[in-house]
């Protein structure tokens, strides 16, 4: 029995759960909307080198990436920072993502993946009332497949089409988005800069968001990101004030200078349906404070991987269920997904700060250089008595904001708690609770003690 597989877009986790599906002797074709040398953006992306490792992918070679420089977060005055120190064999590696994505592209042709570019996704094949997957319409042309991964990304044609039965959030709106600028500028000639920092700015210039100056390559690397839409001629005021920050700024743009959207919130309480798995941007599996995806996306692809070929060892047959899916979902929030939910609601918090509040947070260290480096790399913060007790020390004169991040940093753990309560085998009633416990986790209380209380919007169920 050949059992087909057909992957929407050719995203990092698309690309690797379709390798990894391919070695195993099933039938797999990449249906890509941009032409081949148009994959990846023009600029390096961070992520951990072990993501090959729980990919079951050969590492590439040292040639082919360099190691992250350590990070100083600056608080919005820019009078306060928090330097942050890894050891360099625990950095993320910066690796330009057009070879990163030569690399996977030529793994999956080498397990027989069958690539297509300039081949656009129209939306899902579905079959039935009220509707299954059974494929995907392709150029207008209607191709049949026992199980669809959507890769295709935030705006995917395919989870935007999905019947309501699937119950998977079509839309990802403010302040689930970030609207980003990023390119790479020349350096200026005999003006200083160190090649080896990380510089991240918290609210730069009015942002309700963050941005960064590093140096890559020998050409500095800008980023700017916020919730609400950012205009060409905002990221010009912006860049004006990076210059006043850093001259060593040139004017010449050398690479990049898109303008994109990126999802900065955790993964969606559901992801998978009969016939269909989503995975990378598609699913909003960033890590939600920097929007940083290609590890999570690559292991995640590795995980749906196994999924799959367990579900056709028991089964033996196809098309694939709901249930055969559900144990990916379970592994994901197991493995990463419940410190995704803890990072998000930090996130939330932090974004409803005004930047006085937050410029005290870091004058006092109610935040430190070790909570700001487990929160980056997407891991859960541990605040411990003598933390706790340390911080009010320091914060007693904004007792109510120090109680509020408090409250925060516990209302983040009993939802990473909750998070990590999900099903681990198809139970649907099992699950509708599950989700409604977790879209309440995620609620901001009201609270009149300290000014960063909102509430930011839920995780916005789709209407029926």
């Given at each position: 029995?050949?059992?087909?597989?057909?992957?929407?877009?050719?995203?990092?986790?698309?690309?690797?759960?379709?390798?990894?599906l391919a070695r195993q002797g099933l039938d797999v074709s990449i249906h890509e909307q941009r032409p081949r040398d148009a994959l990846g953006h023009d600029w390096h992306d961070d992520f951990y080198l072990e993501a090959f490792d729980r990919a079951g992918l050969p590492r590439p070679p040292p040639s082919d990436f360099t190691r992250k420089g350590n990070i100083r977060f600056h608080s919005p005055s820019m009078a306060h920072v928090l330097s942050t120190y890894v050891p360099e064999h625990q950095l993320e590696i910066q690796m330009d993502r057009r070879v990163l994505y030569g690399r996977l592209l030529a793994l999956a042709e080498d397990a027989g993946v069958k690539l297509y570019f300039n081949s656009h996704v129209d939306g899902p094949l579905l079959e039935g009332h009220p509707g299954v997957v059974r494929g995907l319409v392709i150029g207008g042309k209607e191709t049949s497949a026992d199980l669809v991964i959507d890769a295709a990304g935030l705006d995917s044609p395919v989870?935007?089409?999905?019947?309501?039965?699937?119950?998977?959030?079509?839309?990802?709106?403010?302040?689930?988005?970030?609207?980003?600028?990023?390119?790479?500028?020349?350096?200026?000639?005999?003006?200083?800069?160190?090649?080896?920092?990380?510089?991240?700015?918290?609210?730069?210039?009015?942002?309700?968001?963050?941005?960064?100056?590093?140096?890559?390559?020998?050409?500095?690397?800008?980023?700017?990101?916020?919730?609400?839409?950012?205009?060409?001629?905002?990221?010009?005021?912006?860049?004006?004030?990076?210059?006043?920050?850093?001259?060593?700024?040139?004017?010449?743009?050398?690479?990049?200078?898109?303008?994109?959207?990126?999802?900065?919130?955790?993964?969606l309480s559901r992801f998978v349906g009969d016939g269909y798995a989503a995975v990378g941007d598609a699913a909003c599996m960033a890590v939600p404070l920097n929007g940083s995806g290609i590890h999570n996306a690559m292991v995640a692809g590795a995980m749906l991987a196994d999924a799959v070929k367990a579900a056709i060892g028991e089964a033996g047959a196809t098309p694939f269920p709901a249930r055969a899916l559900w144990p990916y979902q379970a592994a994901y929030l197991e493995g990463i997904g419940a410190r995704m939910v803890g990072i998000d609601y930090l996130k939330r918090y932090l974004l409803a700060l005004p930047a006085g509040d937050l410029d005290f947070i870091f004058a006092k260290r109610l935040i430190?250089?070790?909570?700001?480096?487990?929160?980056?790399?997407?891991?859960?913060?541990?605040?411990?008595?003598?933390?706790?007790?340390?911080?009010?020390?320091?914060?007693?004169?904004?007792?109510?904001?120090?109680?509020?991040?408090?409250?925060?940093?516990?209302?983040?753990?009993?939802?990473?708690?909750?998070?990590?309560?999900?099903?681990?085998?198809?139970?649907?009633?099992?699950?509708?609770?599950?989700?409604?416990?977790?879209?309440?986790?995620?609620?901001?209380?009201?609270?009149?003690?300290?000014?960063?209380?909102?509430?930011p919007g839920p995780m916005g169920r789709r209407k029926k």
């Open positions: 029995m050949v059992v087909r597989i057909i992957i929407a877009g050719a995203g990092h986790g698309g690309l690797v759960a379709g390798t990894l989870r935007r089409g999905l019947p309501d039965r699937y119950r998977v959030q079509r839309d990802i709106n403010p302040p689930d988005v970030f609207n980003t600028y990023r390119a790479y500028y020349n350096l200026q000639p005999g003006k200083p800069y160190d090649s080896d920092r990380f510089e991240v700015y918290f609210l730069f210039g009015g942002l309700r968001g963050i941005a960064w100056f590093r140096v890559v390559d020998g050409q500095a690397d800008i980023f700017f990101g916020q919730v609400e839409p950012l205009a060409p001629a905002r990221v010009d005021e912006l860049l004006l004030a990076m210059r006043r920050e850093h001259p060593a700024l040139g004017e010449t743009r050398t690479r990049g200078g898109q303008f994109n959207a990126i999802p900065i919130r955790h993964q430190t250089e070790k909570e700001v480096i487990a929160a980056s790399a997407g891991n859960e913060i541990e605040m411990g008595f003598r933390d706790i007790m340390g911080k009010l020390a320091r914060g007693f004169k904004r007792l109510p904001l120090l109680l509020s991040l408090k409250a925060a940093v516990d209302r983040m753990k009993k939802a990473v708690a909750t998070a990590s309560r999900i099903p681990t085998t198809y139970d649907p009633e099992a699950i509708d609770s599950w989700e409604a416990a977790l879209e309440r986790s995620m609620h901001h209380p009201t609270s009149g003690a300290a000014s960063a209380a909102s509430r």
